[in-house]
C-alpha cells in the first residue's frame, strides 16, 4: 500500500528521561536557568503556534487562568490564539488566551511597554524571535523598536510582568481596555472601566461579546514602582480624573524607574476577586520566584510519564504534546471558590474545582482518556463540573467557554466524557441526576431551543435532536451537517446506554443501546458510504464522497470518506454493513490511498494532514487507522501510525498539522507514541498500536505502570508480540483496570507485518 512519504527520523545518541539523561548530546537555547536534566528542556512552545496550528507561547501553568502571551494577530483565522509565529507585527501582552481553537475570543488586558511620548496612534511594536524565549513558566521577548526587555511568568489567576526599559529612556505602559482579538468575526467590547487608585494601583473591568456571549473580567494591577504620570483615553479624547468609563478606553502611565514589575490579577467574578486573587503572589517578591514555582509545577506535571528514546524529536514532541494537553481545560473560581454559573449567577465551590474551556467534541476522543489515565482525580472533577454546568443551564455543555453555551461543532459529547468517567470507576455519586441531565440534553427541548433563539445555546439544543428523536434519522432536507450530526448522536445515545447500565435502569439502558444503532440509517450499501437522506427516505442526488462545503452540506468540517467511518462504538457491526472484515479492509486501504483532492469551492479549511482522503488534521478521524485491528488485516494500523507519528508531528512552529484544539492533538500523540489507544471512550479498552518510545513509566495509583518496548526502530514498526504482565495479549486488547503500579505492558516490534 503506497502511503505519503513520511520524513528519515535521525538517531542522536540514546537519551532517557526520568530522573537524569545518560549519555546525552542534546543542545537547547533555551534559558539557562532550565537544567539540561530537566524534562523541561524538551517543552518548545512554540510548536503549534505557525501553520493552523493556533497555540501561544507566553506563560499559563497547568489549567491555569492567566494565559499572559503575545498578541501578534487580530484579524482572521489565524488570530484564535492571538499569536502566529510569521507576523512581524507585536500589538503587546493580554492575560487570557485559547490554546489551539479553530475560533478565537479573549485576548483581555493587553499591557505594552514603550518609550517616548504619547501620540495621538496607540503605539505598536515589531515582533522579531532573535531574542524571544519561550518555556514553560517562562516567556521574554525584545520589544522592539524600543529596546526594552520584557519577561512574563503567572500563577493560576495572577501574571507578573517585569520591564527593563533602556537607560535615560521615557518609561511608559500602555494599558489598552479597548484591544479585541477577532473583531472581523463578531468579537465586540461591550463596555470597560479603569480606575487609578493610587500611584501604585490601577484597578479595571471591561465586558466583551463574541463566541463568548457575555464574557465580564475585572484586574488589579499592582506595580513596584509609583506611577509618575498618567493620561486616560476614552474615545479618542483626554479624560480628566483617575477614572475612565466606556468603550475605547486606554490608559498611558509612566515610570521615572528604567525597571518595573507589576502583579496582575483576574477575576470573572468581581473586583473583590480580582483582588483577593493577587493573594496568589503573596510568598513571592520576584519574577524568578514567580518561574521558579511555576516551572516546579510544570515538571511535577510533565514527570507523571517518563520516557525513552533514541531520537531527540521524539522527546521534544511528546513532552511539548503532553504540556499542551494540560493547559485546557482552565481553573475557573477565585481562590475563594466562587464562580460564575451556566446561568451567570454567583455561586461557591468548597472544593475550588470549577474549570472552563471544554473543546468537547475534540478532546473526548483522546485527551479525556489521557487525563483518566494520568489524572484520575482532575479527570473526575471535570466530568462533574460538566454535570454542574448541565444542571446550571439547563443542559449539558458541548463546547463551554466562560460560563456560556458556544453551542460549537456537534451534538451533545459531554455524554461521551461522563460515559468514559462512569465506565472507568471516576464518578460514584449522584447517579440519577447525571443519567438525568444526559437524557435530557439528547431529547428535543423547544422550551430551550425557543429561549436561546439567536445565540450559541441555541445550537446547544439544534433541531437535528428534533429530527433524531421524531423520525430517528436527521434528514439533509431539513438540517445542515446531518450525516455528522446523525452518526455523532448515534454515539453519544450509546453512551448514554452505557450511562444507564451502570446506573442500573435497564429499560433506558435498552433504549438507548437501541439509539445507538442509528448510523445504519446513513449508510447506503450502493455506495458503501454514510450519505444524506431526505425526508421522504430517498439518498440525495449527486453523490460525491471527496466533496466539502464548510458551511452547507451533510459533513462538518469534512466529506464522506471521513465521516463515514464515525462509528467507534460499533466498528464489527460497521464491517458486516460493508460485508465482513475483508470488506473492511479492502474499505480503509481505499481511504488511505485514494486521492487526496478535495472538491469543492467552499471546501473546509479543516481538512488538513490528508493521506489518502484520511485527514489526521480534524478530531474526527483519529480513531481510523486503529479500525484496521477489527478487519484481516491489523497489521495496516501500524503503517499508517508509523506515518502520521513521524509526517505529522514536527518540533517546529508549523509542526502540528491542524487545529491543535486544546490538547486533542497533543493527546493522541502522547497515547501513540506510548503505542495505547483508546477507539471508544465509554468502553474502557485499550488497544495496543505502533510505539515510538522505547520505554515509558506511566504515574498511577501506588507507583507506575510501565511499557517496555523490544527491537524498536523506524524500520521496525510492526508487533510481533504483546504481554501484559508476561500474559499474552493476542488480540492487543487490555482494560482502563490494567493501568496498575508494577504492571508491565512489553511490546515486541519487528520488520515483517
Partial sequence: MVLLIYKHMKQIGYLVLGI????????????????????????DPFIGTGFHGHTFPGVVVPHGRVQISPDTHLLGWEACSGYHYEDTTLYGFSHTHLSGTGIGDLGDILFLPFTGDVSDAKPVAILSHDKEIAEPGYYSINVNPWDIKAEFSATERTAWHKYSFPAKEKAQLM???????????????????????????????????????????????????????????????????????????????????????SKVA????????????????????????????????????????????????????????????????????????????????????????????????????????????????????????????????????????NANYTGTMVGYPAVSIIADAYA??????????????????????????????????????????????????????????????????????????????????????KMYMDKGKAYQEYFDPNVKFMRGKNSDGSWEKGFNPRYSDHKSSEYIEGNAWQWTPFVPHAIDDFAHLLGGKEELGVWLDSLFTTSSVIEGENASGDITGLIGQYAHGNEPSHHIPFMYQYSDRAWRAQEILDTVLYHFYEPTPAGIIGNEDCGQMSAWYVLNSLG????????????????????????????????????????????????????????????????KANAILKITMSPDK
Fill in 175 to 261: 494599558i489598552d481596555l479597548e484591544h479585541i482579538l477577532q473583531p472581523n468575526w463578531g468579537h465586540t467590547l461591550l463596555e470597560s472601566q479603569l480606575t487609578v487608585v493610587d500611584e501604585y494601583t490601577v484597578v479595571g473591568y471591561r465586558l466583551t461579546k463574541g463566541w463568548a456571549l457575555n464574557d465580564p473580567i475585572w484586574f488589579k494591577c499592582v506595580f513596584d514602582q509609583p506611577i509618575a504620570e498618567y493620561q486616560l483615553i476614552k474615545d479618542d479624547k483626554n479624560v480628566e480624573g483617575n477614572q475612565a468609563q466606556g468603550v475605547g478606553v486606554t490608559a498611558y502611565l509612566k515610570f521615572s524607574n528604567q525597571v518595573l514589575n
Fill in 424 to 509: 472507568k470507576g471516576l464518578m460514584d455519586s449522584i447517579p440519577q441526576r447525571v443519567l438525568d441531565i444526559a437524557i435530557k440534553s439528547s431529547r428535543w427541548n423547544a422550551e430551550f431551543n425557543k429561549k436561546h433563539k439567536g445565540t450559541g445555546a441555541e445550537r446547544v439544543m439544534s433541531e437535528h435532536i428534533k429530527y433524531k428523536e421524531e423520525m430517528g434519522f436527521v434528514p439533509r432536507d431539513k438540517c445542515n451537517g446531518s450525516v455528522s450530526y446523525g452518526l455523532e448522536m448515534a454515539y453519544y445515545d450509546w453512551c448514554i446506554g452505557v450511562i444507564a447500565d451502570l446506573v442500573g435502569d435497564k429499560n433506558i439502558a
Fill in 20 to 43: 537524569f539523561i545518560m549519555f546525552t548530546s542534546c543542545t537547547t537555547t533555551k534559558n539557562e536557568k532550565v537544567k539540561e536534566n530537566d524534562v523541561l528542556v524538551f517543552v
Fill in 266 to 401: 483576574i477575576s470573572s467574578v468581581d473586583q473583590d476577586g480580582a483582588a483577593s486573587n493577587m493573594s496568589e503572589l503573596k510568598n513571592h517578591d520576584s519574577l524568578e520566584s514567580v518561574v521558579a514555582a511555576a516551572q516546579k509545577q510544570w515538571k511535577q506535571e510533565l514527570s507523571k510519564i517518563e520516557i525513552e528514546t533514541k531520537d531527540k524529536d521524539v522527546l521534544t514532541n511528546f513532552y511539548t504534546a503532553l504540556y499542551h494537553s494540560k493547559i485546557a481545560p482552565m481553573v475557573w473560581g477565585d481562590v475563594d471558590g466562587r464562580y460564575r454559573g451556566q446561568d451567570g449567577e454567583i455561586y461557591t465551590s468548597l472544593k475550588n474545582d470549577r474549570y472552563t474551556v471544554y473543546s468537547l467534541w475534540d478532546v473526548f476522543r483522546s485527551w479525556y482518556p489521557l487525563m483518566t489515565i494520568i489524572e484520575p482525580e482532575r479527570a473526575r472533577a471535570w466530568a462533574y463540573d460538566l454535570v454542574d454546568q448541565g444542571e446550571k443551564g439547563g443542559l449539558l455543555p458541548k463546547w463551554s467557554l
Fill in 676 to 739: 495505547i489507544y483508546q477507539v471508544a471512550p465509554g468502553k474502557a479498552e485499550f488497544r495496543v498500536g505502533r510505539p515510538l518510545v522505547d520505554k515509558a513509566k506511566l504515574k498511577v495509583k501506588d507507583g507506575w505502570f510501565t511499557i517496555l518496548v523490544e527491537n524498536n526502530s523506524p524500520a521496525n514498526k510492526y508487533v510481533k508480540q504483546i504481554l501484559l504482565n508476561n500474559k499474552e495479549l493476542e488480540n492487543g486488547v487490555f482494560d482502563y483496570k490494567d493501568f
